[in-house]
C-alpha cells in the first residue's frame, strides 16, 4: 500500500524555483512529523526540511529559500525550492514519522519514492 508519492521535481538553472509535492494516504499522513530529505551519489541521506505540530525546521543551507508547509486539506506537503544552487542537486525523498525536530532518517516510518532535482549552472 503506497503511503506517500512526490512529484514535481525536474531540471532547473541555477537561481530558478521548483515546488515539490509529497501527498500522503493512511497512516502516514496521521504521522505529526513530515519531513524532506535529499541524497546524492556516495552520500547518506540528509534531512533538509521538517515539519511538526506547526514548527518548521532547515538545514542551515537551505534556511531563506526553502519552505516546507503542509496542507491537511489535501493530504498533502509542499517543500517550495526558491533560488536553487547546482549543490541542491539530488534525490529528494519525503518521510512520516513521530518525533519532531531534525531527526536522523531511522526516525521516520514512511518514506515515498523520490524526486530527481536537478540544477544546471
Known amino acids: 500500500q503506497v503511503q506517500l508519492v512526490e512529484s514535481g521535481g525536474g531540471l532547473v538553472q541555477a537561481g530558478g524555483s521548483l515546488r515539490l509535492s509529497c501527498e500522503a494516504s493512511?497512516?502516514?499522513?496521521?504521522?505529526?512529523?513530515m519531513a524532506w530529505f535529499r541524497r546524492t551519489p556516495g552520500k547518506e541521506r540528509e534531512f533538509v526540511a521538517g515539519w511538526s505540530s506547526g514548527l518548521s525546521y532547515y538545514r542551515d543551507s537551505v534556511k531563506g529559500r526553502f519552505t516546507i508547509s503542509r496542507d491537511n486539506a489535501k493530504n498533502t506537503v509542499y517543500l517550495q525550492m526558491n533560488s536553487l544552487k547546482p549543490e541542491d542537486t539530488a534525490v529528494y525523498y519525503c518521510?512520516?514519522?513521530?518525533?519532531?525536530?531534525?531527526?536522523?532518517?531511522?526516525?521516520?516510518?514512511?518514506w515515498g519514492q523520490g524526486t530527481q532535482v536537478t540544477v544546471s549552472s
Open positions: 493512511g497512516r502516514a499522513f496521521s504521522r505529526p512529523a
Open positions: 518521510a512520516a514519522g513521530d518525533k519532531s525536530g531534525m531527526r536522523p532518517p531511522r526516525d521516520y516510518d514512511y
